[in-house]
């Protein structure tokens, strides 16, 4: 790129918006279409990428911004997250904080209501893997099966290995679980 000494074209030519059109996931870099231009290769700037890690690619179509230091797009940073009619915004609610992903699953937190959504499309699941447990506070609904691998407890009875007082043979009932 032939450098200028035009200060308003080096000024002009710093931040650019376009449009990605690829993107290398292994090498974590994208190229980019700025009017008839594409770039070469160029890293995106993540929001994290030290001890903690951040790993949220663009997407072909996304608009986004191209920092060119000095006005050289050879050494370009790819400024994700601009809105555009293709992509618009998935909320307009101030208060939350949403997530929303190519298959459709969301995340979406409201810290007016205090209340968070866990969406997940057909056929989706979820996995928790905390060897050392987990902990609810609060009532839980449940529509569907619950399935245990060891056993349930409720006030410390044993669904699986509890007795009961009272019983006998024909229709009567049994007393509580002891």
């Known amino acids: 790129m032939a450098r200028t000494a035009d200060p308003e074209q080096l000024t002009g030519e710093v931040i650019q918006l376009g449009t990605v059109t690829s993107v290398d996931h292994v090498a974590a870099t994208c190229t980019v279409e700025i009017g008839e231009l594409t770039t070469g290769d160029l890293p995106w700037l993540a929001p994290r990428a030290g001890g903690v890690k951040v790993w949220s690619p663009p997407s072909v179509g996304e608009q986004c911004g191209v920092l060119c230091p000095e006005g050289d797009l050879a050494?370009?940073?790819?400024l994700l997250g601009i809105w555009s009619d293709a992509n618009p915004p998935p909320s307009a609610d101030p208060a939350t904080v949403h997530l929303e992903f190519p298959d459709g699953a969301v995340i979406a937190y409201n810290h007016s209501t205090h209340a968070l959504a866990l969406t997940l499309p057909a056929g989706g699941s979820m996995a928790v893997d905390a060897p050392g447990g987990t902990t609810w506070t609060g009532?839980?609904?449940l529509t569907g099966k619950f399935t245990a691998s060891d056993d349930v407890l409720a006030r410390g009875i044993s669904l699986?290995?509890?007795?009961?007082t009272g019983v006998s043979a024909g229709a009567a009932q049994t007393g509580t679980p002891v």
């Open 160 to 164: 699986k290995d509890h007795k009961h």
């Open 75 to 78: 050494n370009g940073l790819v």
């Open 139 to 141: 009532d839980i609904a």
